[in-house]
C-alpha cells in the first residue's frame, strides 16, 4: 500500500530534506580545540572558558576607547543587566590587578572612569494598574559598588521643573505660536495628567508603544548631557536591534536606520563651535552588545550567576507591530540563528538618500526634506480654511514622516479621539515645546507644491476609459519590439 499511493509515515529518510546539523565540524570548542563545547552560537561551539573572553573582546570592541564620561542606560532586563556586568569586570574589578602587563605607573592600571552614572526611567504613573519598580532597580544596581542610581519618571518629559534642571531654563512660551491647535505642557493638571492625556490622544496601541520608546530615549538623552556624560551606553542586544530596526522601517523611520546603529546627539538649545574640539554638550549613544545575541546574554547571566529584574511589562494590547516583529524575530532566531545577525548587519549598511539638518521635535532624529510636499503629492486634500501657505504653519512642519504618521495613524480597533475632535489642549513634550518657541517651523515649507486651485476646493480625480489604441499611445515610447 505505501509503495503504491507513496505513504509519507513508510518513506525513507533519504527523500527527505536532511536537516541541518547544530554545529558545523565537531562538538570541540572552535577556539581552543581542546575541551568539549558547552554552547553553539550561530553553528560554531565554544566552551565555558573561551566564551568569557569571547563576549569581553566583543564588547572591547563595540564600546569606543576614547570615552570620558559614561551614562548607562538600565530597564532591568536581560540586556541591559548583562551590559551592568560587563561593564564592571571589564572596566572596574580587572583594572590595577597583577594580570595587567606594565609597571605600577603604566596606564593600564588606572581606572577608565572615576565614575558611572546607571539611570532608569520608571514608567508606572502612566498606567495605574503598574506598581513602581524603583526599589528593585536600585538594588540591582547598588550590587556593584562603582555605580551612582539615578531614577527618572517617564513624566518627567511633560515637567516643566524636570526640563528648567536639565537644559538650565530654556522657555517653554508657546503664546506667539501659530499653531492651528493649544498645546499644554503639564499645566495646573500637572506632568502625570499630561503624560495620560497625551498617551490616550495617540491613535493605536502601536503608536503608544513607539512613543513611550521615543520618551524614554529622550529622558536617558538629556539626563546624559545634564550629569555632563558624552556617551550613552545601552545593553540593546543583536536580536533586540534586529526587532528594533525592523519595527522602525515599519513605522515610516526607514530616514533614521543609521541612527539605530549609532547615534550623535545634541540639545537643539546648545551649538557647537566649529573649532571647539572640547565638549559642547554632545552625546554618542553607543549599544556594545549591538553583535551579541540574545542566547549569549542568556549564557552570561547564568555562568556568572546574578540576577535579572526583568523589563516592564506595558498593559497594551499584544497587536502591535512591536509585539509582531518581536515573536517573528524571536521564533527566527531559534530555527534560523545566522539569519537574525544577517539582518541586523545588512539594515546597518543602509543609508539615506541625502543629508538633512533638520530635526524632528517629537523624536529628535534627522527628518527628511520635502516630507509634507510627497505627502501632498500622494493624497487628495481639501483647503477648507486659508491657503496652502498657511498649512506650513501647522504641527507636521516640525514632525519626521514616523512621528506624524505615529500620531495620525489609523486603526479600526481604535477608539482614541482624532487631534481634530479633541477640544481639550494637545500635550507635547517640553523639548517639542522648547523647539516650538525657540525657532520657526523647519524649512519644508519652501519643498510644499504650489497649488492654483482656488480655496475652498476639493481636488477631484477624473476619470476616462481608454481604448486599445490610446493605451498602446501612452506605453509606444517604452516597447522595445514595436
Same mark, same amino acid.
Given at each position: 500500500?505505501?509503495?503504491?499511493?507513496?505513504?509519507?509515515?513508510?518513506?525513507?529518510?533519504?527523500?527527505?530534506?536532511?536537516?541541518?546539523?547544530?554545529?558545523?565540524?565537531?562538538?570541540?570548542?572552535?577556539?581552543?580545540?581542546?575541551?568539549?563545547?558547552?554552547?553553539?552560537?550561530?553553528?560554531?561551539?565554544?566552551?565555558?572558558?573561551?566564551?568569557?573572553?569571547?563576549?569581553?573582546?566583543?564588547?572591547?570592541?563595540?564600546?569606543?576607547?576614547?570615552?570620558?564620561? %559614561? $551614562?548607562? &542606560?538600565?530597564?532591568?532586563? /536581560?540586556?541591559? +543587566?548583562? #551590559?551592568?556586568?560587563?561593564?564592571?569586570?571589564?572596566?572596574?574589578?580587572?583594572?590595577?590587578?597583577?594580570?595587567?602587563?606594565?609597571?605600577?605607573?603604566?596606564?593600564?592600571?588606572?581606572?577608565?572612569?572615576?565614575?558611572?552614572?546607571?539611570?532608569?526611567?520608571?514608567?508606572?504613573?502612566?498606567?495605574?494598574?503598574?506598581?513602581?519598580?524603583?526599589?528593585?532597580?536600585?538594588?540591582?544596581?547598588?550590587?556593584?559598588?562603582?555605580?551612582?542610581?539615578?531614577?527618572?519618571?517617564?513624566?518627567?518629559?511633560?515637567?516643566?521643573?524636570?526640563?528648567?534642571? %536639565? $537644559?538650565? &531654563?530654556?522657555?517653554?512660551? /508657546?503664546?506667539? +505660536?501659530? #499653531?492651528?491647535?493649544?498645546?499644554?505642557?503639564?499645566?495646573?493638571?500637572?506632568?502625570?495628567?499630561?503624560?495620560?492625556?497625551?498617551?490616550?490622544?495617540?491613535?493605536?496601541?502601536?503608536?503608544?508603544?513607539?512613543?513611550?520608546?521615543?520618551?524614554?530615549?529622550?529622558?536617558?538623552?538629556?539626563?546624559?548631557?545634564?550629569?555632563?556624560?558624552?556617551?550613552?551606553?545601552?545593553?540593546?542586544?543583536?536580536?533586540?536591534?534586529?526587532?528594533?530596526?525592523?519595527?522602525?522601517?515599519?513605522?515610516?523611520?526607514?530616514?533614521?536606520?543609521?541612527?539605530?546603529?549609532?547615534?550623535?546627539?545634541?540639545?537643539?538649545?546648545?551649538?557647537?563651535?566649529?573649532?571647539?574640539?572640547?565638549?559642547?554638550?554632545?552625546?554618542?549613544?553607543?549599544?556594545?552588545?549591538?553583535?551579541?545575541?540574545?542566547?549569549?546574554?542568556?549564557?552570561?547571566?547564568?555562568?556568572?550567576?546574578?540576577?535579572?529584574?526583568?523589563?516592564?511589562?506595558?498593559?497594551?494590547?499584544?497587536?502591535?507591530?512591536?509585539?509582531?516583529?518581536?515573536?517573528?524575530?524571536?521564533?527566527?532566531?531559534?530555527?534560523?540563528?545566522?539569519?537574525?545577525?544577517?539582518?541586523?548587519?545588512?539594515?546597518?549598511?543602509?543609508?539615506?538618500?541625502?543629508?538633512?539638518?533638520?530635526?524632528?521635535?517629537?523624536?529628535?532624529?534627522?527628518?527628511?526634506?520635502?516630507?509634507?510636499?510627497?505627502?501632498?503629492?500622494?493624497?487628495?486634500?481639501?483647503?477648507?480654511?486659508?491657503?496652502?501657505?498657511?498649512?506650513?504653519?501647522?504641527?507636521?512642519?516640525?514632525?519626521?514622516?514616523?512621528?506624524?504618521?505615529?500620531?495620525?495613524?489609523?486603526?479600526?480597533?481604535?477608539?482614541?479621539?482624532?487631534?481634530?475632535?479633541?477640544?481639550?489642549?494637545?500635550?507635547?513634550?517640553?523639548?517639542?515645546?522648547?523647539?516650538?518657541?525657540?525657532?520657526?517651523?523647519?524649512?519644508?515649507?519652501?519643498?510644499?507644491?504650489?497649488?492654483?486651485?482656488?480655496?475652498?476646493?476639493?481636488?477631484?480625480?477624473?476619470?476616462?476609459?481608454?481604448?486599445?489604441?490610446?493605451?498602446?499611445?501612452?506605453?509606444?515610447?517604452?516597447?522595445?519590439?514595436?
Amino acid at each position: 500500500m505505501s509503495e503504491l499511493c507513496g505513504n509519507p509515515a513508510a518513506e525513507t529518510g533519504e527523500a527527505l530534506m536532511p536537516k541541518r546539523r547544530k554545529f558545523d565540524r565537531s562538538r570541540v570548542c572552535v577556539k581552543c580545540k581542546t575541551n568539549p563545547g558547552n554552547l553553539v552560537i550561530r553553528h560554531s561551539v565554544y566552551c565555558k572558558d573561551c566564551f568569557t573572553p569571547l563576549i569581553s573582546t566583543k564588547f572591547r570592541q563595540a564600546l569606543e576607547p576614547h570615552i570620558n564620561h %559614561v $551614562s548607562t &542606560g538600565f530597564s532591568g532586563g /536581560l540586556g541591559s +543587566s548583562v #551590559l551592568l556586568d560587563l561593564v564592571h569586570k571589564v572596566y572596574c574589578t580587572s583594572v590595577g590587578g597583577d594580570e595587567s602587563k606594565g609597571g605600577r605607573e603604566h596606564p593600564r592600571r588606572n581606572r577608565v572612569w572615576k565614575k558611572i552614572h546607571v539611570c532608569y526611567v520608571e514608567m508606572c504613573d502612566a498606567f495605574p494598574e503598574t506598581s513602581e519598580r524603583i526599589a528593585q532597580i536600585r538594588g540591582a544596581v547598588t550590587r556593584y559598588e562603582d555605580y551612582e542610581f539615578i531614577s527618572v519618571r517617564i513624566q518627567d518629559a511633560f515637567d516643566r521643573g524636570w526640563w528648567e534642571r %536639565v $537644559s538650565g &531654563g530654556v522657555a517653554l512660551d /508657546l503664546a506667539e +505660536s501659530l #499653531l492651528p491647535f493649544n498645546l499644554g505642557v503639564g499645566g495646573d493638571s500637572g506632568p502625570i495628567s499630561a503624560l495620560r492625556s497625551h498617551l490616550r490622544a495617540l491613535p493605536t496601541p502601536t503608536a503608544i508603544q513607539s512613543t513611550l520608546s521615543n520618551l524614554t530615549r529622550l529622558l536617558l538623552l538629556y539626563t546624559a548631557y545634564s550629569i555632563g556624560a558624552s556617551h550613552l551606553v545601552l545593553g540593546t542586544s543583536l536580536t533586540s536591534l534586529s526587532i528594533s530596526l525592523i519595527s522602525s522601517i515599519s513605522q515610516g523611520g526607514g530616514f533614521v536606520v543609521p541612527q539605530a546603529i549609532h547615534e550623535e546627539w545634541m540639545p537643539p538649545f546648545v551649538q557647537r563651535m566649529p573649532d571647539d574640539n572640547s565638549w559642547n554638550g554632545e552625546v554618542r549613544l553607543v549599544r556594545p552588545l549591538r553583535d551579541i545575541g540574545i542566547k549569549e546574554c542568556t549564557a552570561w547571566v547564568w555562568w556568572h550567576q546574578f540576577p535579572v529584574v526583568g523589563k516592564q511589562r506595558i498593559p497594551i494590547p499584544k497587536q502591535t507591530i512591536g509585539n509582531l516583529t518581536k515573536d517573528f524575530i524571536i521564533g527566527l532566531e531559534r530555527d534560523y540563528p545566522s539569519t537574525v545577525s544577517t539582518i541586523a548587519k545588512t539594515v546597518g549598511k543602509l543609508a539615506p538618500k541625502g543629508k538633512s539638518e533638520i530635526r524632528c521635535i517629537m523624536c529628535e532624529l534627522p527628518t527628511q526634506r520635502s516630507v509634507q510636499a510627497w505627502k501632498a503629492q500622494t493624497a487628495i486634500h481639501s483647503f477648507t480654511e486659508g491657503s496652502p501657505a498657511d498649512l506650513t504653519s501647522a504641527l507636521p512642519s516640525y514632525l519626521c514622516y514616523s512621528c506624524h504618521t505615529t500620531l495620525t495613524s489609523k486603526s479600526s480597533r481604535s477608539t482614541a479621539p482624532r487631534p481634530s475632535d479633541m477640544t481639550s489642549a494637545m500635550n507635547l513634550p517640553t523639548w517639542a515645546a522648547a523647539r516650538l518657541a525657540l525657532e520657526t517651523p523647519d524649512k519644508q515649507s519652501a519643498d510644499l507644491p504650489s497649488c492654483s486651485r482656488p480655496v475652498n476646493e476639493i481636488c477631484e480625480i477624473k476619470r476616462t476609459k481608454l481604448d486599445v489604441d490610446d493605451m498602446k499611445s501612452v506605453v509606444d515610447a517604452f516597447l522595445l519590439d514595436k
